[in-house]
């Protein structure tokens, strides 16, 4: 059977990420720390975390006095951030990324962090050009994207409490698409697979695909959205890279 992030794997990796990556606080705090310096953040600035899931990154950024707006299509990722977040100046709003929208100028910093290539291209480039506007003047957006893998597939496994998970990885070089497809095998044999129809242009797979972007492409889709993006060195994986757009 199939079910959605918010019917069911949503939870399951609420529930099951602190035990498989125990220094992950740590790591956010690490990276939250690295955001305010290289965006020139300061107590009061509004930052917008686009795509935040449970909303770390951005309860960090809250701790050190930024105003933080989180937007996510997940409830149960939300329901975690608005939990963390308690009285810090953070909200967490639910709404889909290609609609969503805010008046012009509305904040310092736009965070879009692993969440470009979920969407097609076209919704991509439409949030960007939007985004640009949300910018106040002499704004900063932050894209932070995966590189291909160097293998064309692997498999992942893990015990959870109830079960165990497996995550199925597939690459496509001609298409750039990676297929990410985790099951989840209950302890009384039964499986569980993800369907997140979240573009559907794409081939109706269970599992999720993201298109990867060849850095020149996002460089190009900055420029067209008004924005000058310049690479960063990723001060944490090999795996990513980082483009920062100014206004």
């Given amino acids: ?122 919704d991509d480039a439409s949030l960007l050009h939007r985004a640009a506007g949300w910018l106040a003047a002499g704004g900063r957006i932050m894209l932070d994207c995966p590189h291909p893998p160097g293998t064309a597939s692997r498999t992942a496994e893990w015990d959870v409490s109830d079960g165990r998970v497996t995550l199925h990885t597939t690459f496509d070089r001609s298409t750039r698409l990676l297929h990410l497809e985790p099951t989840f095998h209950a302890s009384d044999g039964t499986t569980i697979g993800l369907h997140d129809p979240y573009d559907p242009s794409r081939p109706d797979h269970s599992g999720v695909l993201r298109y990867l972007y060849p850095e020149e492409e996002l460089r190009a889709m900055l420029e067209a959205a008004g924005l000058a993006g310049r690479r960063l060195p990723h001060p944490f994986s090999e795996g990513h890279f980082v483009l920062l757009g100014a206004a």
């Fill in 1 to 122: 059977m199939l079910r959605t992030w918010d019917e069911f794997w949503g939870d399951v990796f609420l529930r099951q990420l602190p035990e498989l990556a125990p220094d992950l606080e740590r790591r956010r705090a690490e990276r939250a720390e690295w955001l305010w310096a290289t965006l020139g953040l300061y107590p009061g600035a509004r930052v917008l975390d686009l795509g935040c899931g449970n909303g770390m990154v951005g309860v960090c950024l809250a701790r050190r006095g930024a105003h933080i707006t989180g937007v996510d299509r997940l409830e149960p990722l939300l329901a975690r951030a608005r939990a963390a977040a308690g009285d810090l100046s953070a909200i967490f709003e639910r709404a889909d990324l290609r609609n969503v929208s805010f008046p012009e100028g509305s904040f310092d910093a736009i965070l879009l962090l692993e969440v470009l290539g979920l969407m097609s291209r076209a």
